[in-house]
């Protein structure tokens, strides 16, 4: 049986998020031919519903509220649920981000229904998919099926690959006035600590350091590398604990979740939280000094060495190729 | 106060871990309060030595989830409740975690409960604000810091890095990021202690729950093992050469560059 989907979108900074596009192809296999309705929530989100239709999504509903320029449980869910009772869709899809984590279970329990959440793949479609989602801090996975009634799931960024943008496409973008009320909770201060370029849980090349970095200085050179390869900086627990960087850049259970092409783990001893956050990396290249580091059971790639020698040398190395 | 903070028996992901028969070895195994639980008791503890009141942990679990509820209890809370699902459930989701404990705390009259903001063995972190959907009162996830003054809360939240100040009100449930405190070991003393304070014991019958009201949406058709990866190569010789190597597999071999 196919399935009318609804997949929240998620803006920042005026674009969307790469994780709304990857939302969408989740969503088409879930939808097993059903229609795809994106939807859209904030103060100023009218402009972006195109990008979604281009991106697979049938039609698009925004809701705008100047309540909705932050996102609160309350004021995003009051906007869920009014969209909701007017399209009484079959499943839901949500990015596994910081709002997907802390809207979708409120709303899941408002419908009362099961949710799957940090989704990383999608064997077969519609009623017989099944959820793959990693547990035991990415250690182990387990395949989980909805019993019956709505479909509701979270996907991890960067691991359900997007469709093709395709200009061609079009569609309605509509919007719905729903009156945002009785905020419990009030936003009186924003500190945005994420530094500029790319979206670290989005980066396809990820430069992470660690203890072993030794200093704030010491990650120039890793950045100069994240930069020559389009990637972003990351850190581990170890680094920011020691003010080597902002606890923004973190990877691992209490961090980001990344999943990138290529994971570059420099002075990292490879703690299980860390893993937690970039084991499912596609390849893994590990720097250490001690060729005894648990971040070499999951590395593709290691050197035995000083990440002060490497890396330059790695920059070199690509550099090369970069101008042949 | 009347506060509460859930608490998870989780397994130490930090062992090794095996799948025999579609479940998670646990003979063996070594089980801990989940971390984010130890930092959701202490500031629990640390809420009451400020404002008075009482400390209740709750768990849902079997006999064996007593021996975190005493750790608990050791670290400085007053009371704790199991919820003994043995011999009632034979599977459950996130769904029938939250619904249990919302059916106990719905008449509790609870002003802060406190929970981890995921547990690092199921790692959905659902159960927070599913419980307080229930209940009907606010949240704030991943917080690091909490301030209460009557019954205004001022929290600073963790968003993917970045922070947020939110000023709300009691009641609320709240879920613990790494950050909001250093929790407390057990003292000796406070082990002595523990032994003689109030450990409840519930069944689903003793909330007037059936089996059917909180069955399970989901279900789980098959845990494994991430496939083997090829060991790691670790390169040789001299580093320039190792680093050579290096950019070379991943432009050839890995094709990341
Ligand atoms: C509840 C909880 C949550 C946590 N969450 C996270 C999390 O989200 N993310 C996270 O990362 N950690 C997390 N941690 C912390 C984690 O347990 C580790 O303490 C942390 O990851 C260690 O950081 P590190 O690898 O940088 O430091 P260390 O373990 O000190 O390792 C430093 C490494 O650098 C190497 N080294 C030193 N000098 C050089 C050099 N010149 N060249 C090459 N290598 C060198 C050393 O050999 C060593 O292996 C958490 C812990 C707890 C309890
Ligand atoms: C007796 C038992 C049997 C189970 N059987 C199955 C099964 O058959 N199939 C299956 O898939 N899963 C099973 N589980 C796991 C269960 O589904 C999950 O533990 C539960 O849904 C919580 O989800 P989570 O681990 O993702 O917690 P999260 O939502 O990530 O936890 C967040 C926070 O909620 C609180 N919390 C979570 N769980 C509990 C709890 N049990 N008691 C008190 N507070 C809690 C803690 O504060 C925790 O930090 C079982 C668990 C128990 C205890």
Do not use: W
């Amino acid at each position: 049986m196919s399935k009318k989907v609804v997949v929240l979108g998620e803006a920042r900074e005026g674009a969307l998020r790469n994780v709304s596009f990857e939302a969408i192809a989740a969503a088409k296999k879930v939808a097993g031919g059903g229609e795809i309705v994106g939807l859209l929530f904030g103060d100023a989100v009218q402009s972006l519903g195109e990008e979604m239709i281009k991106y697979g999504a049938d039609r698009v509903i925004t809701v705008e509220h100047p309540h909705l320029k932050h996102y609160t449980s309350d004021g995003f869910g009051q906007a869920f649920m009014a969209v909701y009772e007017q399209e009484k869709p079959e499943a839901i899809v949500f990015g596994h981000t910081a709002l997907g984590k802390d809207l979708s279970p409120k709303i899941a329990s408002k419908l009362d229904s099961g949710l799957v959440s940090d989704v990383t793949a999608i064997e077969g479609e519609g009623d017989d998919a099944v959820y793959i989602r990693p547990i035991y801090s990415g250690k182990a996975f387990e395949k989980v099926k909805n019993k019956e009634g709505l479909l509701f799931i979270s996907v991890r960024p960067n691991n359900i690959a997007p469709l093709e943008k395709d200009d061609s496409r079009s569609g309605d973008v509509s919007s719905v006035s729903v009156d945002i009320t009785n905020l419990r909770s009030v936003i009186s201060e924003v500190v945005r600590k994420s530094t500029e370029g790319v979206d670290l849980s989005e980066a396809k090349v990820v430069v992470a350091g660690g203890r072993g970095v030794k200093s704030a200085e010491g990650f120039a050179p890793l950045e100069e590398l994240a930069n020559l390869l389009g990637g972003a900086v990351g850190a581990s627990r170890g680094a920011c604990d020691a003010d080597y960087c902002d606890y923004s850049l973190q990877i691992g259970q209490t961090g980001k979740v990344v999943t990138p092409d290529l994971y570059i783990a420099a002075g990292i001893s490879g703690a299980i939280q860390h893993m937690a956050g970039m084991s499912n990396s596609k390849v893994i290249v590990a720097i250490n000094k001690d060729p005894e580091a648990n971040i070499f059971k999951v590395a593709d790639y290691g050197i035995v060495g000083d990440l002060f020698e490497v890396i330059p040398m790695m920059i070199e190395e690509i550099k090369k190729i970069k101008t042949n | 106060m009347n506060i509460y903070a859930l608490v998870k028996r989780t397994f130490d992901t930090e062992e090794r871990i095996a799948v025999s028969n579609g479940k998670i070895v646990e003979d063996g195994a070594e089980f801990i309060i989940n971390p984010y639980d130890e930092y959701a008791i202490e500031e629990a503890i640390q809420v009451r030595d400020e404002h008075g009141g009482e400390v209740t942990v709750i768990t849902i679990g079997d006999e064996e989830a007593e021996k975190q509820l005493r750790t608990a209890l050791a670290m400085g809370a007053d009371k704790a409740v199991l919820i003994n699902t043995e011999d009632d459930l034979d599977e459950m989701d996130e769904f029938t975690a939250a619904k249990i404990i919302a059916e106990y705390l719905k008449d509790k009259n609870a002003d802060l409960i406190l929970a981890g903001n995921v547990a690092i063995d199921g790692g959905s972190g659902q159960v927070g604000p599913r419980v307080a959907e229930l209940l009907a009162i606010n949240y704030v996830t991943t917080i690091t810091n909490l301030e209460i003054d009557g019954t205004s809360v001022k929290i600073i939240r963790d968003v993917e890095g970045d922070s947020e100040t939110i000023e709300t009100s009691l009641p609320l449930l709240v879920t613990a990021q790494q950050g909001l405190n250093e929790p407390r070991y057990p003292s000796l003393p406070g082990i002595m202690k523990a032994k003689k304070k109030p450990l409840e014991e519930l069944e689903l019958d003793d909330l007037d729950l059936d089996e059917d009201d909180v069955e399970a949406k989901t279900e789980t058709i098959e845990v494994y093992l991430p496939p083997q990866k090829a060991a790691g190569r670790v390169l040789e010789g001299d580093l320039s050469d190792q680093v050579k190597e290096l950019v070379d597999l991943l432009n050839k071999e890995a094709k990341v560059l």
